[in-house]
């Protein structure tokens, strides 16, 4: 008797073996006196990825035992030993080659059994099964004789299965009892699908056909007969019909067993004895068992935790979703996969052509996803598997999750940023994204490396994509931290170049780029040196040598639509107009058939024009006094108001008049990126101030300022920054805080991430625009004052320029309109024509809606 | 018209040149939408783009495939190594103005067509039009 205490394992299977792992990965190996029975020749190998046998995977290398595991962490293996009885009373156990061996605790993970239906004739030469690398052995050789092949059983592994007997030259069947293939895991319409794709493969499929005999055949070695009197002739058979727990040891030996089977376990994997644990596919836990192998590791971490004297992890159950690729047809399957639960509602997307079928399972409030479907696209199953589990809340209409993406919008929001560190990414090796970032944080920055130190993706290999996705979500933030340089062109960070635009007083981008830069630039630095310039310079932005660097929207001062056309959003400085020019809005709208919405920011916004109408439209709304409202601009966007003292009973202040005020002094700022603004009269803030870069919120005394707040993809507060201040100081601290903004910000950073990123944070702040502990705020405020000196409307300054004009002509060589730009009629307004419609309207040119016979 | 810098890869027996517009058209380091085989069935919206170093210009299809919108000719400008690309203004994958490769997506190409440029006058070969439409 050893004073260790001894283990005894029996089976060496997947299961088995991630036992003895964690068992060694916990440090608890050593104190331990290990032993293991191997029925099989060989020690645990990948079960999961058993077919690539065939395809030339030794059985070598799908070993899953590093060389020299076994023996460095003394454990005992005996192979193609089979424990054959137990004596629960002496706690031994009895080994074919007659070893008797005690244990203190036994751990059984005798995995399970291929079922093979007793149909007369099924012990006949050359029917096989297949789970072992022997059986592929025997398969191989038998095949070798053959032409043709038989699968009984449409389920996941006999399709796996009729792959390995296509690849192995024979001209394959699958005969599936069921009216489907895959009826567990997948629906009708998935099964139809699926059997199409399968069929296109030139494997033959039967379903609804029940197997009566098999016998000998005429022109090859078996014939099978049915019920329906069919018969099939074939030279091998393989039976892939289910699998049957292991559990005939525990039966034997009065373990409690389920009675179709499986040793019951409890939620630390202990059986009705105790000192006797069983994990993996022998076990039967919540009634039931899991055929998966990430279950099955998962019980292994369990008994091993327990077995070490741990208490703090249980088996509680585990998601049987499953994603696999079978005859290169990618198949998935997610939770509540056929709609079981009550008042649940389907979506589902067929894609003829292409043989795609997708379904969602959702909730009766349509805000949860309870499962999935997909055949032939199984993209979606990480983001889909991810927002079962985590119970993320849908967007508004749930299709979408398996629509195509037409436009570039989608549902990316939903990707991996969606998720909790909690989330498990890895459910095969119980992998949290926490994990993944904290092990990609510690420097793992190439998939390979972090696969290996987190084991993620390493069996199944469904969660790669989404491993992937962490991986790149992550390098993408660090990015920012790592290189501050812009692009490839610039090795500066935007701060430095404005620092070399302001002290080397460069006015072009092309000077900058000749001094310090290299290549002729891109859609990065262009834009961004371009704002940098009108910061610095405020010179008009479409000059010659400005324009083309300018985005999209810059360049015709406008945002571009997704069909190529622009809105129009006039000033509207704190959402204050008068009924005239609110009548001229309506007109101009009418006129040019823009659609027509009231924005988030309290102005209007006018969609839907054409390249080519932009000035005449602008020429008639400067004509009735607006001037542009730099919409497309990374500059001052929009203060909004509220009616204050003027009109509210409650009304500390004027807002409006501030609001007025302030949006007109820094209107045309251009800027890191886009600022916003607000004004509220009272702490009631219906103007919604503190959501705004910089806002204002008037107190009895005076105004109180907040700063760095953001709505938009991270909402985030803004800090309240000083308080009761009369307005000179206010404005005085707001030039400041901006230009030190613009100077200081990286490209497209708001002044809340600014914040975020800032050293000392909020009181730093405060010491350079307060105190002025930098002794800049003089520079500050003069930078500021030329700004504001500068401004001008760009369209004004556009429609007077006839050259300008010419960049708004829809070719340089014809007057003619894009003729792809097709609009049609939507609750009485326009909208951009979808794919379809355009198609239609293509086919019927007469039928293109009036927006051709706008006034030009 | 022996002084014409010929672009390479033109087979120029069934070459069709046509004249679109003057090099100066074209905005400075940028580019422009111009129409060819205007009212046949091969109209065509292609994108001319100068660059700021020479007068060489580049001629490539005005269509985002990606926005499905004609757009191309209002991207801006890019050296992505050593290559010249041009970044849709929608959804900005970027298009490199010799290949027509998008630099995105292995996938997705889009035309190209040769172009010369006469004493100041930009000439584009369309006949890649009109073998599209067959
Ligand atoms: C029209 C409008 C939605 C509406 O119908 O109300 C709108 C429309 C657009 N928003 Fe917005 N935003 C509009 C109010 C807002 C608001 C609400 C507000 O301003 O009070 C927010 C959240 C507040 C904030 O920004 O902090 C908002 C957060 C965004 C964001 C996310 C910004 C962020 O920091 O996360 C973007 C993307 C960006 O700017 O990078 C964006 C970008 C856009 C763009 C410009 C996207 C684009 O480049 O095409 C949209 C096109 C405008 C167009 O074509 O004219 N829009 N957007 C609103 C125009 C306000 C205005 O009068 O100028
Ligand atoms: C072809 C194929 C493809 C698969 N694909 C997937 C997949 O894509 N995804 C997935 O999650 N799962 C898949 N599986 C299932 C997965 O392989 C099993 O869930 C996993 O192997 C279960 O591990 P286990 O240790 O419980 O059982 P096993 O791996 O079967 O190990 C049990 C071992 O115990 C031995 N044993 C039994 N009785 C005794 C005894 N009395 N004495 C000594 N030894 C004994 C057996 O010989 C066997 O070696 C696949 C299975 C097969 C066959
Ligand atoms: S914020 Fe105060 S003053 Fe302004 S409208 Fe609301 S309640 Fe009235
Ligand atoms: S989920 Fe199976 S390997 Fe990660």
Known sequence: MSSKQSVVVIGNGMVGHKFL???????????????????????????????????????????????????????????????????????????????????????????????????????????????????????????????????????????????????????????????????????????????????????????????????????????????????????????????????????????????????????NCQTSDPDIYAIGECALWGGRIYGLVAPGYKMAQVAAEHISGGNNNSFTGADMSTKLKLMGVDVASIGDAHGNTPDCRAYTYIDGSDEIYKKIVVDKTGKRLLGAVLIGDATDYGNLLQLALNNIPLPEFPDALILPQRDGSGVSGLGVSALPDSAQICSCNDVSKGALCTAIADGATTLGELKSCTKAGTSCGGCNALVAQVLNAELEKMGLEVSTDICEHFPYSRQELYHLVRVEEIKTFYDLLDKHGAGRGCDICKPAVASILASCWNDYVLEPKHAGLQDTNDRYLGNMQKNGTYSIVPRIAGGEITPDKLIVLGAVAKKYQLYTKITGGQRIDLFGARLEQLPEIWQELIDAGFETGHAYGKALRTVKSCVGSTWCRYGQQDSVALALEVEHRYKGLRSPHKIKSAVSGCTRECAEAQSKDFGIIATEKGWNLYVCGNGGMKPRHADLFATDLDKQTLIKYVDRFLMFYVRTADRLQRTSTWLNNMEGGLDYLREVVIEDSLGICAQLEAEMAQIVGTYQCEWKTTIENPEKLKMFRPFVNSDKGDSNIIFVEERGQIRPAQKLEIINAGADKSATPKKEQVPA | M?????????????????????????????????????????????????????????????????????????????????????????????????????????DVSITTYPVKVSDGTVFVDTSATTLEAK
């Open chain 1, 21 to 267: 792992q964690a068992l060694a990965d916990a440090g608890v190996a050593a104190q331990l006196a290990i032993t293991v029975f191997c029925e099989e020749p060989r020690v645990a190998y990948d079960r999961v990825h058993l077919t690539e046998f065939f395809n030339g995977r030794s059985a070598h290398d799908l070993s899953l035992v590093e060389e020299g595991f076994y023996a460095s962490h003394n454990i005992r293996v005996l192979l193609g030993d089979k424990a054959v009885a137990l004596d629960r009373d002496a706690k031994t156990v009895t080994s074919s080659n007659g070893e008797t061996l005690a244990y203190d605790k036994l751990v059984l993970a005798t995995g399970s059994f291929p079922f093979v239906p007793p149909i007369p004739g099924h012990d006949r030469d050359n029917c096989f099964v297949y789970r072992t690398i022997e059986d592929l052995e025997a398969i191989r050789a038998g095949a070798a004789g053959g032409s043709v092949g038989v699968v009984i059983g449409g389920g996941l592994l006999g399709l796996e299965a009729a792959k390995a007997l296509k690849d192995l030259g024979l001209t394959t069947h699958v005969v599936e009892f069921a009216p489907r293939l895959m009826a567990v895991q997948v629906d009708d319409g998935g099964g139809a699908v699926l059997r199409k794709k399968i069929e296109d493969l030139g494997v033959f499929v039967h379903t609804g056909k029940n197997t009566q005999n098999i016998g000998a055949g005429d022109k090859h070695f078996h014939k099978m007969t049915f019920a329906d009197g069919s018969e099939i002739e074939t030279d091998v058979l393989l039976f892939s019909a289910g699998i049957r727990p292991q559990d005939a040891l525990a039966r034997k030996f009065g373990l409690d067993v389920g009675e179709r089977g499986g040793i019951v376990i409890n939620d």
């Open chain 2, 2 to 106: 022996t002084d014409l810098s010929e672009k390479p890869g033109t087979p120029a027996d069934c070459a069709t040149w046509v004249q679109v517009c003057r090099v100066t058209d074209i905005p400075f380091d940028a580019g422009i939408a111009a129409l060819i085989n205007e009212n046949t069935p091969q109209e065509t919206q292609i994108a001319l783009f100068r660059t700021l170093d020479s007068d060489t210009v580049y001629a490539i299809s005005n269509f985002d495939p990606f926005s499905e919108a004609n757009v191309l000719g209002r991207g801006i400008l890019c050296s992505i190594g050593e290559q010249l690309a041009v970044a849709s203004p929608v959804l900005k994958q970027h298009f490199s103005l010799t290949t027509g490769q998008c630099f995105e997506d292995a």
